[in-house]
Structures are given as structure tokens and as C-alpha cells.
């Protein structure tokens, strides 16, 4: 059986509508650890939600309104988690970073044809 | 660079028809968390699913139900976490609740016109 | 009030088209872990992202991939999550499995007829 190894599991809350040099941020974010070797990152959509700027919301305009909060959630050695966040720093405006321990395994299929 | 703080996730698991005061649950937790000052909350809806009334499922039903699992993501100091506790304790009626710890990083966009 | 309990919050990251035994992995996991008795689990899909695979896309093809990440996530007593982790094993080629700690507390609905 595989054997977990330590890891850090990084989630960045952010709205779908934040942007960063044009692009929305997830999609930012994402091709930066991409770029960055990380062992995987997924995004994830929220239905309804408040952030930092909850301040400016109602209770109706939350409901309405179209930018939804989107998670987005990367994992790998701490490492490797410590170099992306002096980026992260520079893209994030408004949002939330939480950072944890956990164990990972990673599964690779070898038999697949290249 | 930012020093990140510690902090609590708490994670919410119900089902999207479940209801609070005639109104969906998962509405009611996410303006409970408002109300309370939170750092912010997330609502992600699950495409399958099942939970504390698992036993009711077949798998059948389970592909074919409407009743699709929530998970609503709240993160903030945890003396704030621990004092929407009592209130989730009355909401909840089918559901589960985990916490666990975490490093947060928060960005607020000072620059923003208010 | 509830009083929390230890447990372990399994999380694993496939893609929406791995397929095991001619059926949905995705599918295949959660109902295995209907049948081993968990408390329950959730299918989260993703919007965007990569995993195992990452190097097979550019962020056109990752953005245009039909292939999305799924997460699902699985919460019990750490006992019960070790006799998941043997069958996943098997059923998992390309992925990432996380297991962490967490608190954990169950709502059960008793009023309801059964």
C-alpha cells in the first residue's frame, strides 16, 4: 500500500469576477502553479457567499449577485507551497489564504501511453 | 510579506433542501455568519452525495435525488468560530460539522473606492 | 451543547472521467463508501484546474479540457477511513489522496418517520 508523505493543502478564497492583468484571478493563479510545478490545483465554484467586502452587501444583493466566491485549492511539499505565496501576496487584493498540514498520496499512471 | 494568523475552518455538511424558519438552511447559516462578523463564508454544492440519512438511499435514488449535498466553508479567529457553535447546534438537524486548524492570510483592498 | 469527536476528513482529487469497471470513478468511490458505512460523502466539481496529468495540457486545452476535477471528501473516525484507503488503491490511477485531522460532530435527525 502507498505511504502518505507530509504535505500542505493551500485554498484561496476569492470572487470569480477579481481580475489580475486582464484575466480572472482563479484562472491567474491556477496557470501559476501550473508554471510553478505544483503536483495539482482545483477550482471550485461557490453558490452564494460573502468575503471580505461582505461589508457592502445586503442580504439580497448577496443572493443576487454574480460575483460568486471560487475556491481554489493546490497541494504539494511545504516547500513548494512557500515559493508560490510572495506571488499570491502580489495578485490577491481582496481575499483569504489558508494554509494546512496535511498527509498526500499521489497516484501516477505509468501504463498510460505518452 | 504577510504572516499569516492562526485560525479555525469550520465546515458545514447538509443537504440543499433542508430548511431553517422557511428558508433554506444554507441561507440562513451564511446570513447567521454575516450577522456575526465572519471573515467570510462559502457555500459549494456537491453533484453527488450522501449523508446522515444515508441508510435511505439506494443507489439508484442516490444518482436521481434533488437533494444534492452542501458544504459551506466559514474561516475566522477561532473565539469567533466557537460563538456561532450554540446557534448551529439548533439549526442543524441532519448534517455534519467539522473544525480543524488553519494559517490564514486575509487581503482587504484598502485602495477600493467605498 | 455537542461535543465534537476526533476523525480524519479524507479528500480525494480525480478528474470527472476516470472510470472504474466501466463506470464513473467518482461514482464507484462513493458508493463504496455507502457500503463500508461512513458518514457520509460528497462530490464537489470542479470549474478548472489540473492534477496528475498536468504536463499533457496547455492552459488553452486546460481551459477548453472537458476532463474537470472532482473532489470528494469523505469524513469518520480515522479507523474507518484506514479500510477505505487498501480499495482506493486499487481503484485510483491518476489522483491525489489528503487525509487530516479534524473535529468532528453529527446531526441526526431522530424525529423523523422512518
Given at each position: 500500500?502507498?505511504?502518505?508523505c507530509?504535505?500542505?493543502?493551500?485554498?484561496?478564497?476569492?470572487?470569480?469576477?477579481?481580475?489580475?492583468?486582464?484575466?480572472?484571478?482563479?484562472?491567474?493563479?491556477?496557470?501559476?502553479?501550473?508554471?510553478?510545478?505544483?503536483?495539482g490545483?482545483?477550482?471550485?465554484?461557490?453558490?452564494?457567499?460573502?468575503?471580505?467586502?461582505?461589508?457592502?452587501?445586503?442580504?439580497?444583493?448577496?443572493?443576487?449577485?454574480?460575483?460568486?466566491?471560487?475556491?481554489?485549492?493546490?497541494?504539494?511539499?511545504?516547500?513548494?507551497?512557500a515559493?508560490?505565496?510572495?506571488?499570491?501576496?502580489?495578485?490577491?487584493?481582496?481575499?483569504?489564504?489558508?494554509q494546512?498540514?496535511?498527509?498526500?498520496?499521489?497516484?501516477?499512471?505509468?501504463?498510460?501511453?505518452?
Open positions: 500500500m502507498k505511504i502518505p507530509e504535505a500542505e493543502l493551500l485554498r484561496i478564497f476569492i470572487g470569480e469576477k477579481d481580475r489580475y492583468k486582464g484575466k480572472p484571478l482563479f484562472e491567474a493563479i491556477v496557470q501559476l502553479a501550473r508554471e510553478k510545478g505544483m503536483a490545483a482545483t477550482v471550485l465554484r461557490g453558490m452564494l457567499g460573502f468575503g471580505a467586502d461582505s461589508h457592502m452587501h445586503t442580504a439580497k444583493i448577496l443572493r443576487l449577485s454574480e460575483d460568486l466566491p471560487v475556491v481554489i485549492e493546490i497541494v504539494d511539499q511545504p516547500e513548494k507551497i515559493k508560490l505565496l510572495p506571488d499570491l501576496d502580489q495578485m490577491i487584493e481582496d481575499g483569504l489564504v489558508t494546512e498540514k496535511v498527509r498526500m498520496t499521489v497516484y501516477r499512471n505509468t501504463k498510460k501511453k505518452s
